[in-house]
């Protein structure tokens, strides 16, 4: 019951934080639209949050976790001591790179965005952006510190709450600082980087509070460079040719969007949009099934871990696809009511509805690749994951590359979902060989019916429920879309109990159920 509890607090925490998340892309596409200024603050920012999937929620995550359980187990003073250790190693490490990210902006903008050396206005808010941003680097790694060691305490809504500050305070400075710079002989999209900047300060810093409630006050330990911070560097190694490859797939993406005015911004709102079921949904399943599985395997208990992974397959296709149709078939609805406001116009919802569509088809893919991962992570099988990112980054490229002068930005969405679709079909092709699965095990007749309940409820959607939206008053709309979706739900689920999926209808309505009332 415990690890249920806490998965639920950790759904709360993340729910919260993509809602909040998705306010300060409203307030962001209300106030600059899908302009040149707004490509400008996101390539900045993108540059800075390249090393953030290294020392905050990629391999150094992962390497830390179990390294500060094993200290805390042989004496509280020595996991007090490795924290803090890492603290100013992480606060040295990456003060460094801020600094040179500081120092080299110019050459870093020129790099990631070529095309802006033609605009010198653009060119030169990005590199400032790039400067003000910086420290964000810093911030967001010790807020992954705190969050490792606050989960290793079993605190799991502090942390998972954390981001919802950095939307926070990011809104805050955009409603408050852009008149403000304005009026001073500012650009106002400045208010955008001072916001990121501040509000990664605030996501580390409301975890330490709880961490001194812990006794893990601030300390200037005896020996930074210790055995078990060799061990964490050492744990680190796979995961950073991963890394190197991912940046390298972000590097050629972004120069290929950069090039169209408003490109980077349409498909930045609507992964935003596309995050919101992977965060909620498959990042929970994901992360139960690593659980389940560790434990099983761990045991022996080769059946058990098997029927645990296929119900968390089963179970993560089962919820994400209602939510597919729902992006795919409303995109254009869905972004006309979030986004469609003040700079941002018809036409920009136009273009991110087409990402969206691109980005959405690869949601069961996103599902199934945030199962897998951990799993060969549980069978110590850790360069499986890592193979498989390199060989699909190196197709996502490729199709990009070749596709994207042809058909235009929204190649570059698609080009995410395919690299995703064959991710996941590389780990699911080892899985099979190394846990003797057949293939009845990722194509059951009860997926097929998941299928068939998928494409059954977009046809009627596209058909019959489609009406005249864009012409309505505000509240008319938000009357018709929220009809939509409630209509999707009930016919995805009268599709499945006409197959004879009556058990899994009712076990997700028992869910909800439970859920409401909990709350």
Not at 118 to 144: G, Q, Y
Request: aromatic content about 14%.
């Amino acid at each position: 019951m415990s690890v249920i509890r806490s998965t639920i607090k950790m759904a709360i925490a993340t729910f919260f934080s993509r809602i909040f998340g998705l306010v300060r892309e409203q307030v962001m596409a209300a106030y600059f639209g899908a302009s040149g200024m707004t490509d400008a603050f996101l390539v900045a920012f993108r540059i800075p949050n390249l090393l953030r999937d290294l020392f905050a929620e990629g391999a150094f995550s992962s390497a830390f976790v179990p390294t500060f359980i094993e200290a805390n187990q042989e004496s509280f003073e020595k996991s007090r001591e490795l924290m803090w250790s890492l603290f100013w190693l992480l606060f040295f490490i990456t003060g460094t790179v801020c600094l040179g990210i500081f120092i080299f902006a110019p050459e870093l903008v020129s790099i990631f965005a070529p095309s802006f050396t033609k605009d010198p206005e653009k060119f030169i808010v990005t590199v400032n952006l790039t400067r003000i941003m910086a420290p964000f680097l810093t911030f967001v790694s010790l807020a992954a510190l705190f969050m490792g060691v606050l989960n290793s305490l079993k605190v799991f809504f502090v942390p998972a709450f954390a981001p919802t500050w950095f939307n926070i305070v990011s809104v805050i400075c955009q409603v408050g600082l852009s008149g403000l710079l304005y009026k001073n002989g500012y650009h106002p999209i400045y208010s955008l980087g001072i916001g990121a900047m501040l509000g990664g300060f605030a996501q580390a810093a409301v975890q330490v509070p709880k961490l001194i409630q812990f006794g893990y006050k601030p300390m200037w330990p005896k020996k930074f460079w210790t055995d078990r911070s060799k061990k964490i560097v050492k744990l680190i190694g796979p995961g950073l040719i991963g890394f190197a490859a991912a940046q390298i797939n972000i590097l050629i993406t972004t120069i290929l969007a950069t090039p169209i005015v408003g490109a980077v911004s349409w498909l930045s709102y609507s992964f935003r949009l596309f995050q919101l079921p992977v965060g909620i949904l498959s990042v929970s399943i994901g992360n139960s099934n690593m659980v389940h599985f560790s434990e099983a395997w761990k045991k022996k208990d080769v059946d058990g871990a098997k029927a645990s992974l296929q119900q968390s397959y089963y179970l993560s296709l089962l919820t994400v696809m209602p939510a597919l149709v729902m992006l795919y078939c409303l995109s254009e609805e869905m972004i006309n009511l979030i986004f469609e406001r003040g700079k941002f116009t018809h036409v920009s919802t136009l273009m991110t509805a087409e990402a969206l569509r691109m980005y959405a088809l690869g949601l069961p893919f996103y599902g199934l690749y945030k199962i897998l991962v951990p799993t060969f992570y549980a069978l110590d099988r850790q360069k499986i994951p890592v193979m498989a990112s390199i060989f699909s980054i190196a197709f996502n490229i490729s199709f990009c590359l070749l596709l994207t002068p042809i058909f235009g930005f929204k190649i570059l969405a698609l080009g995410t979902t395919l690299s995703v679709l064959v991710n996941s079909c590389f780990q699911s092709w080892v899985l099979k060989k190394d846990l003797n699965l057949s293939w009845n095990f990722f194509f059951s007749l009860r997926i097929w019916k998941v299928v068939g309940a998928t494409v059954g409820c977009a046809v009627i959607t596209e058909t019959l429920l489609k009406v005249e939206f864009f012409s309505q008053p505000f509240i008319t709309k938000c009357f018709y879309l929220g009809v939509q979706i409630l209509a999707i739900g009930a016919l995805y689920a009268t599709f499945l109990l006409l197959m004879g999926e009556r058990a899994a209808v009712n076990a997700l309505l028992s869910k909800v159920t439970k859920k409401f009332r909990k709350k």
